[in-house]
């Protein structure tokens, strides 16, 4: 029997892309923020930053080290790892920018996730909806509002998040792993 398909997008559901972001803010501004201001998906909008200081901020972050740097979030290896017992898990990630971040990304989810190198998809995230899976977990409302406008029978996920609770999705959400995991086994595990 096929084993059920799940894509997983990788910053916001095992990486948290907001810890470095708030550092990057802080040495360029002096002001302390912490993941609780960010509000809204778009970083620099929800703490109220200009863009040419935004897009200042988001250059001094495609450096070496940054990408492999950035810290797991609790309960995303014990996560995909249950959910590997009995699906193919596939990460869907969008590179953020840099010649380093592609390479990095692949490392960081080799060595801190456990995935192979090819259970890595590079995707722009307007793009992500090309990739099909059975279930597409995702932290950024408009992406999976797409997906699930071209794959409507797939089972589409929100990844809450403090920057996506007010986003007005209507569909399936999960608010930390063991949700998610146990949610996915609901829905899909045959």
Do not use: N
């Given at each position: 029997?096929?084993?059920?398909?799940?894509?997983?997008?990788?910053?916001?559901?095992?990486?948290?892309?907001?810890?470095?972001?708030?550092?990057?803010?802080?040495?360029?501004?002096?002001?302390?923020?912490?993941?609780?201001?960010?509000?809204?998906?778009?970083?620099?909008?929800?703490?109220?930053?200009?863009?040419?200081?935004?897009?200042?901020?988001?250059?001094?972050?495609?450096?070496?080290?940054?990408?492999?740097?950035?810290?797991?979030?609790?309960?995303?290896?014990?996560?995909?790892?249950?959910?590997?017992?009995?699906?193919?898990?596939?990460?869907?990630?969008?590179?953020?920018?840099?010649?380093?971040?592609?390479?990095?990304?692949?490392?960081?989810?080799?060595?801190?996730?456990?995935?192979?190198?090819?259970?890595?998809?590079?995707?722009?995230?307007?793009?992500?909806?090309?990739?099909?899976?059975?279930?597409?977990v995702e932290d950024k409302t408009e992406t999976l509002r797409k997906y699930r406008e071209h794959h409507p029978e797939c089972t589409n996920v929100l990844f809450l998040r403090n920057y996506n609770k007010a986003d007005g999705w209507d569909g399936l959400s999960a608010d930390g792993w063991?949700?998610?995991?146990?949610?996915?086994?609901?829905?899909?595990?045959?």
């Open positions: 029997m096929t084993k059920p398909c799940i894509l997983l997008d990788v910053d916001g559901i095992f990486a948290d892309f907001v810890a470095p972001c708030l550092d990057a803010v802080y040495a360029h501004t002096g002001k302390r923020f912490f993941s609780d201001d960010v509000t809204d998906w778009d970083i620099m909008k929800a703490l109220g930053i200009d863009d040419e200081t935004g897009a200042a901020i988001y250059k001094s972050m495609q450096v070496p080290g940054l990408c492999f740097g950035i810290p797991p979030y609790d309960g995303a290896r014990e996560g995909v790892d249950r959910l590997r017992e009995w699906a193919e898990v596939i990460a869907v990630t969008s590179p953020f920018g840099g010649e380093h971040w592609m390479h990095e990304r692949d490392r960081w989810m080799v060595e801190k996730m456990g995935f192979r190198k090819d259970d890595v998809m590079h995707v722009r995230s307007a793009r992500k909806y090309r990739v099909w899976g059975d279930a597409f063991p949700h998610l995991v146990s949610l996915l086994e609901h829905r899909l595990r045959r």
